[in-house]
């Protein structure tokens, strides 16, 4: 379950990165560390590391903000 609960928010992420690229970045690569931001309160969820390797993206879940985190509790 874990596993495949991190794979739907990596997934969500690329899309979402990949969609809104030349919002985000200076330049026209993906490569590099982005913030996953929840759609209703606007807070942080995760850091995703996106690294390229022989012309193949690949993400990496760095660090995930928990419900409580983001609610504002400690």
């Given at each position: 379950m874990r596993i495949?609960?991190?794979f739907a928010v990596f997934t969500l992420t690329t899309a979402a990165a990949l969609m809104s690229s030349t919002a985000w970045a200076d330049d026209s690569s993906l490569v590099g560390l982005?913030?996953?931001v929840d759609d209703v309160s606007g807070k942080p969820r995760a850091l995703i590391?996106?690294?390229e390797s022989n012309g193949t993206l690949?993400?990496?879940v760095e660090k995930s903000f928990s419900a409580r985190t983001r609610a504002g509790h400690a």
């Open positions: 495949s609960k991190q982005w913030r996953n590391r996106i690294t690949q993400g990496k």
